[in-house]
């Protein structure tokens, strides 16, 4: 082992210039590529915060070859994080292609040892926040997104997993220790102070600090903080952004769980749903006066449909696959007692948690340390912030009001107020 956390002394982060040399004798990827690396062309593309990320183009085909870096990228060495995420990421991956098949990557080959996992090159999809910055749409977006929560929380439960199989998981999972502590900082706890690496666009300050002196505010984010971090009701993916989906104009497709945990099943829907919010109040800096208003409603159909598609999905597993021990047809069905109230109680539980989920993303892209194209895109800097002030007083309103929404479109059109209004 060497100094950097658990990194081991064979570990070598690779470069575009060593890596057909050193793939070249893994025969997943020679198989996919070509057995000749001198014919390889190999590019590192990776522009998220954390690792490296090669496409590598053969005359058989490409992969994607994804290596965790002993630390974050977007910050340097002076923050150590382990390899073991690489680990995790790839059991996520298994278990997601289990729950919802066919909507994420392929695995073709994982090393432990180098943190390095080789999978399916999804083309000719782009990442989904460019596709919404760039003003275009994706049809289907809401109806895969919503299916895939759906999924994944249901099948990752004891709704339907076997208690034994769930503890067990919960047990693996539970190792990944650091990387759901970057959300419990960045995303729980930073914005809500000073914290050492924050930072906010100029003239946001009254709105700033009108968040952080408001301690019932700040109590409620401890309490989804709380459940986020000690509910183990399913597996979440964990930073379901739109950084994290890849999209045409008609397929969508769901990467980068390393952030994978056992929590709470509204963490995932409540996250995505903040980035379709953000893409929302960031349009008018990127579209014309022409296309703006249409483009905004879109955005919103998508939030009506990814929530309908969710629920729908969970009702429909609810009648089909309950098979874990909760909710048993012992206790309803079998007693000639429906079970579509308690379901429909379940949902509303998880949708009210969703939004103070969905609050919480929203200050953090905007207060924390990671914040996100939609907004540092703008470059004139007073639009910016009275676009994020719109942003900021709708997740503090999520946050404050999270169970007093009748539905979903109480919420949109709570959104289409702040949209016109002049917080600063
Ligand atoms: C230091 S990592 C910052 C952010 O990047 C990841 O994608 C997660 O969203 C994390 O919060
Ligand atoms: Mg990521």
Known sequence: MNAVMDTPEQYRPLSPEDLAARLAPVAAVAKRVGQDPAGWTVSEVGDGNLNLVFIVEGPQGTVVVKQALPYVRLVGDSWPLPLYRAFFENHALLRQEQRDPGSVPAIYHFDEEQALIVMEYIAPHKILRRKLIDGEQVAGLGEFLGKFCARTAFRGSELSMKSADKKQDVSL???????????????????????????HTDGLEPVVSALRS????????????????????TMVHGDLHSGSIMSTDTQTRVIDPEFVQYGPMGFDIGMLLANFLMAYFSQPAHRGAGELAGYQEWLLSVITETVGAFEDEFKQL??????????????????GHHSADACDELLAE????AMGFCGIEMHRRTLSLAHNADFEEIEDKALKAKLEARNLHMGAQLIREAGSFGSINDVLALARKINTEDIL
């Open 173 to 199: 999972f539970a190792g990944n220790i650091e990387i759901p502590a970057i959300t419990e900082a960045l995303v729980f706890t930073d914005p809500y102070h000073e914290a050492e690496m924050n930072h």
């Open 318 to 335: 609810w009648q089909t696959e309950r098979t874990g021990m909760l909710y048993p047809g012992a206790l309803f069905e079998d007693q």
């Open 214 to 233: 408001d301690a019932r505010l700040k109590a409620k984010v401890q309490r989804l903080l709380m459940k986020f971090a000690s509910n183990t009701e």
């Open 350 to 353: 998880i949708m009210t948690d």
